[in-house]
């Protein structure tokens, strides 16, 4: 039986040279089925926003989503670490409201740790959450609240804004994040940015130099059509399976194969 773990342990992974897994969920029967898979890192992603609730865009999540979904998560026992995102608005309006919701979403909720998107306009919210223990995951690059500054879900640090993402990798570091997701940059940037900070970066379409990978569960199970990005790699085809089974079962009730003594009681 493996054990639970930390941000420690996650700190001894990088300086060991051990890749970070990590994946999102969001119900309790995905993360037992990815906890038991040995996963490091599960992220309640607001990427249930779109994958999960339909939404075109992540902005809609609102912390009571966000808290459904980690308690969900946490009621599944991980041994991974389990880190909440905060949902747009949550955290953007002063250190006070940050440092309110991210405790609720550790109190509440049940999440290990937060993740807050940002750079240096962030830095002082992480630092303040930081200080009152609670672990902060950062995020840079493409950063999806950002959706409507950043004109659609584009790649970035490209050309000149390439000295931005790594002035937010140091803001980000420097302020306390304990690691930080790197977001559709180039893979020489984001290896750039992984040999100079001392804490873990997580990459999500950052190539292969980062210290461990993200991705979405349906992503990777081939259950989301909304989009398909370049970095994502379908591990599965589960679409066709579900609706296979499906059909099964809509003609066996109509031809009225289902359910049989089998199924019923005496």
């Not at 990815?34 to 809609?60: E, Q």
């Not at 006070?96 to 740790?113: F, Q, S, V």
């Amino acid at each position: 039986m493996r054990k639970k773990i930390t941000i420690p342990d996650l700190l001894n992974m990088m300086r060991e040279g051990h890749k970070i897994s990590m994946l999102t969920s969001y119900d309790f029967p995905f993360t037992r089925i990815m906890d038991a898979a040995g996963v490091d890192v599960i992220l309640v992603g607001d990427s249930a926003g779109v994958v999960f609730a339909g939404h075109d865009t992540t902005l809609p999540v609102t912390m009571e989503d966000m808290l459904y979904h980690t308690r969900a998560v946490v009621r599944a026992l991980p041994k991974a670490l389990v880190v909440a995102d905060m949902p747009f608005m949550s955290y953007q309006t002063g250190i006070e409201e940050a440092c309110r919701n991210c405790g609720r979403m550790i109190k509440d909720g049940g999440a290990e740790a937060v993740k807050i998107e940002g750079g240096t306009n962030m830095a002082p919210v992480i630092r303040a959450v930081s200080s009152i223990d609670i672990p902060v995951m950062a995020h840079i690059g493409l950063t999806p609240q950002s959706f409507h500054r950043m004109g659609g879900y584009k790649v970035q640090g490209r050309k000149d804004q390439a000295e931005k993402i790594i002035e937010d990798a140091r803001a980000v570091e420097a302020a306390g994040a304990f690691a930080v997701v790197l977001e559709a940059i180039p893979a020489k940037l984001a290896a750039q940015i992984t040999a100079e900070l001392s804490i873990p970066t997580i990459g999500i379409g950052a190539g292969p130099s980062c210290d461990g990978q993200v991705l979405v569960i349906h992503d990777i199970l081939g259950l989301c059509e909304k989009y398909s990005p370049k970095f994502v790699k379908h591990y599965a085809e589960l679409g066709p399976i579900i609706d296979d089974a499906v059909k099964q079962y809509v003609h066996e009730v109509r031809e009225g194969h289902f359910p049989t003594e089998d199924h019923s009681f005496n």
